[in-house]
């Protein structure tokens, strides 16, 4: 199947600081790219839809200012978690379609754990 | 998209067929229903997808009943590996991609 790859696998940072999580699909382009957090023992939450060129569109209760998107390229988003505070410390997933495959399932990267100190 | 049901938990004996059932009494005509696992701190795994019609993969075989409001993936030789969560998602293709994960199965394969 098709590969996503995200990086960093893990990142530890402080307080305040902002992190950018990269999100790519390495074999395929993508114009829509998914972010989705997941706290210990619950299930992904979507949080937001990367469109490529355009702006992203934010579930309802996720802060756009907080977590910022970019999806500069057909494939490649980056999700930025900026003023970071212990709270926002979790599991972050991407996922992507191809889009030369209009009915395709979507693929997952391996995700990124954040801790926040 | 249509709420699905599953089971919070499961346990399977190594070697055995793992059945796990999903409930998706208001799905719609246009709804598909997919199949997703996620092993411990990893992403999720695509497994299979079917509208009506069983299918089946090198990964796994999904039952859909004739009203289509429930089926079953069906793991035919689970091995320790299989250890899981399984989500169980219905949607529309084509719409979006975006996929609502509901809490999903815990299967625990043991030796």
């Known amino acids: 199947g098709a590969v996503v790859s995200q990086h960093p696998s893990w990142v530890i940072c402080k307080s305040g600081t902002s992190v950018k999580i990269e999100c790519r699909s390495l074999?395929?382009?993508?114009?829509?790219m998914f972010w989705y957090r997941q706290f210990p023992k619950q299930s992904l939450m979507l949080m937001a839809t990367?469109?490529?060129?355009?702006?992203?569109?934010?579930e309802q209760g996720v802060e756009k200012d907080k977590f910022l998107i970019n999806h500069a390229s057909l494939t490649l988003s980056t999700l930025t978690v900026t003023s970071a505070h212990p709270e926002d410390s979790s599991f972050y997933i991407c996922s992507a379609r191809d889009r030369d495959r209009g009915d395709a399932e979507a693929f997952f990267g391996q995700g990124t754990r954040l801790t926040v100190v | 998209d249509a709420k699905t049901t599953q089971p919070t938990s499961m346990d399977c004996a190594e070697g055995r067929a793992a059945n796990l059932p999903c409930n998706h009494s208001t799905i719609s005509g246009n709804e598909y229903v997919y199949w997703y696992r996620q092993i411990h701190s990893q992403g999720p795994q695509y497994i299979i997808h079917?509208?009506?019609n069983n299918e089946t993969n090198e990964m796994a075989s999904l039952i859909i009943t004739e009203d289509r409001k429930s089926s079953t993936l069906i793991l035919p030789h689970a091995t320790l590996r299989d250890t899981a969560v399984y989500y169980c998602i219905v949607r529309v293709r084509n719409q979006g991609g975006k996929l609502i994960f509901g809490q999903g199965t815990e299967l625990s394969v043991k030796p």
């Open positions: 079917g509208l009506k």
């Open positions: 074999d395929f382009q993508a114009t829509t």
């Open positions: 990367s469109n490529e060129g355009s702006k992203a569109t934010y």
